[in-house]
């Protein structure tokens, strides 16, 4: 291996960790995240999106270096919109996880027929998270963005399939990391949150999946217009 093809997996190595900050990237993630304040656990989140990200962007620089196939400009846009959608739908179903995360009383029986109730609280938890929910939009997000930029251009570029697959698989592990890290530091800071007060952990919640839904929206209308 000569020190072009080094510097090019490099570049892709780097390139990956760059694409993984995008914004509809971060706002996808965070909505899993805020589930699940704990770092170990929120660094999974963004592990099973980069593998979910990665599975799209393999399938299709496949395409374009076994069968030589060039992607219809009007693809992008509809990748696009389908991000849009998914920010949208996580940003609806974060709030509405979030609006239930209430105290509230359930009636009870018991066996010599007395009632009675009790309150308690839906907290943020895993039964929350379907398990493939974070790799399903990473499969979403791998379809549109920076990726075609990023990988699926300069693989056009490498004469050699096996380099080309490496560089795929360096974007995507720098994609991986640079996620995983996201998951682990927003989910200390999550956890931080919980541990002072409810209160600024739903105000935050309310923030970022408020902002999540507005930026699914401006995603939208760009590409419908």
Request: proline share 3%.
């Amino acid at each position: 291996m000569n020190y072009q093809q080094i510097l090019l997996l490099a570049t892709g190595l780097v390139l990956g960790m760059r694409h993984a900050f995008d914004r509809d990237h971060v706002a996808a993630v965070t909505h899993f995240i805020s589930l699940e304040p704990d770092p170990i656990k929120s660094a999974w989140f963004g592990f099973r999106w980069a593998i979910g990200h990665a599975v799209t962007v393999l399938a299709l620089g496949s395409l374009i270096l076994l069968l030589r196939l060039k992607l219809d400009p009007a693809f992008e846009r509809y990748a696009e919109l389908a991000v849009g959608v998914t920010l949208v739908a996580l940003g609806l179903w974060r709030l509405t996880l979030l609006a239930q995360e209430r105290r509230h009383a359930h009636q009870h029986e018991h066996r010599r027929g007395a009632h009675h109730s009790h309150a308690h609280s839906h907290e943020p938890g895993r039964e929350h998270v379907h398990r493939f929910a974070p790799t399903l939009v990473g499969i979403v997000h791998g379809a549109s963005g920076t990726a075609e930029v990023f990988v699926l251009l300069p693989i056009t570029l490498i004469s050699t399939t096996w380099l080309a697959y490496l560089y795929i698989g360096l974007f995507s592990m720098g994609c991986a990391l640079a996620m995983s890290a996201y998951g682990y530091v927003v989910g200390r800071f999550y956890r931080r949150a919980t541990a002072t007060g409810q209160r600024i952990y739903r105000a935050l919640v309310i923030a970022t999946s408020g902002s999540g839904l507005v930026l699914g929206l401006m995603w939208i209308a760009r590409n419908l217009s």
